[in-house]
């Protein structure tokens, strides 16, 4: 063999040695990128990391399912419904305390998206809390989609320049399963 084919043939092992590794690793690293985003998600992570977590019984529960009602939301779809709820009433709070409205529609679409977003003056900040949310089921749809329940009788505080004032309220609710999380889609609010 010739000089020059000993160098060319020395230059090839050197190339093979050094290129089997590099496309070992990106093939990997590949495999891991796509793996990664075939993985499910919990619904709520993909909104600012949200987690779906249980209110407290004191702040909102279940109370009544129809005896009439077809279909029944299991055990982790009330919890994911319940959830939903009193974290849209929370992302209501943070956006009459501050004025941002960005969040609202994580939880709050259609119409009641519309109305909630009329319902915050930046330049009319108060702080507002809410409790007592005793849900009673009137429809849950058979794909699991809608539901429409009613909230009869939940207070509402609000702390207008160091007055604070407390409503009853009540609501009836339709919310949608969008994208794999629930929203509040209309909701009519007596006051008394």
Not at 77 to 94: F, K, M, P, V
Not at 114 to 142: C, K, N, W, Y
Not at 169 to 189: C, E, K, P, Q, Y
């Amino acid at each position: 063999m010739t000089e020059k084919a000993r160098l060319k043939f020395g230059i090839f092992v050197i190339g093979v040695f050094v290129t089997v590794p590099i496309s070992v690793m990106a093939v990997s690293l590949m495999a891991q990128f796509i793996t990664h985003f075939q993985q499910g998600a919990d619904p709520a992570s993909i909104f600012r990391g949200h987690t779906l977590t249980l209110p407290g019984p004191d702040q909102a529960r279940w109370e009544a399912f129809g005896a009439d009602i077809a279909w029944q939301p299991s055990r982790p779809e009330q919890e994911e419904i319940i959830t939903a709820y009193w974290l849209a009433w929370e992302a209501l709070n943070r956006a009459y305390e501050t004025g941002d409205i960005s969040d609202l529609a994580t939880y709050w679409s259609g119409a009641a998206y519309e109305h909630a977003i009329m319902a915050i003056d930046p330049q009319d900040r108060f702080m507002q809390t809410h409790s007592g949310h005793v849900l009673h089921l009137t429809f849950f749809s058979d794909d699991a989609s809608l539901v429409v329940f009613s909230d009869p009788e939940f207070m509402l505080t609000r702390l207008l320049k160091n007055v604070s004032v407390s409503l009853r309220a009540s609501a009836d609710v339709i919310m949608t399963l969008d994208n794999g999380f629930w929203r509040v889609r209309s909701i009519t609010l007596d006051y008394y």
